[in-house]
Nanobody, 126 residues
Framework: HVQLVESGGGSVQAGGSLRLTCRASRYTYKRNCMGWFRQAPGMAPEGVAAIYTGDGRTRYGDFAKGRFTISRDNVKNIVHLQMNDLKAEDSAMYYC????????????????????RGQGTQVTVS
């Protein structure tokens, strides 16, 4: 049973923080490469961050480095995205995604290729 449910989006002022949560079914979490991508209206989707749930290895898009942190909870089958120092250009719909990939192939750009996706959570920064 494939299921990914995002939460934690909202509206914040520039410089603020949000923590996104992706709850995965056990089946989906075992796909082992999970991550976040985002898409703003009229823009192409953009990989944000990826995590290999087996060893916790993380990869980030250049814009996310130093501001965003992806983490996982292997007991609860949850992946978080902590976003700090948010900017107006971070406004977008954020999606969680998952699939089975080799560790070397699990990085922010390949999140766009992951098979399983959630419905998204909106982030608005003003």
């Amino acid at each position: 049973h494939v299921q990914l449910v995002e939460s934690g989006g909202g509206s914040v002022q520039a410089g603020g923080s949000l923590r996104l949560t992706c709850r995965a079914s056990r089946y989906t979490y075992k796909r082992n490469c999970m991550g976040w991508f985002r898409q703003a209206p009229g823009m192409a989707p953009e990989g944000v961050a990826a995590i290999y749930t087996g060893d916790g290895r993380t990869r980030y898009g250049d814009f996310a480095k130093g501001r965003f942190t992806i983490s996982r909870d292997n007991v609860k089958n949850i992946v978080h995205l902590q976003m700090n120092d948010l900017k107006a250009e971070d406004s977008a719909m954020y999606y969680c995604a998952a699939d089975r990939l080799r560790p070397a192939d699990c990085y922010s750009a390949t999140v766009l290729l992951l098979k399983y996706r959630g419905q998204g959570t909106q982030v608005t920064v003003s």
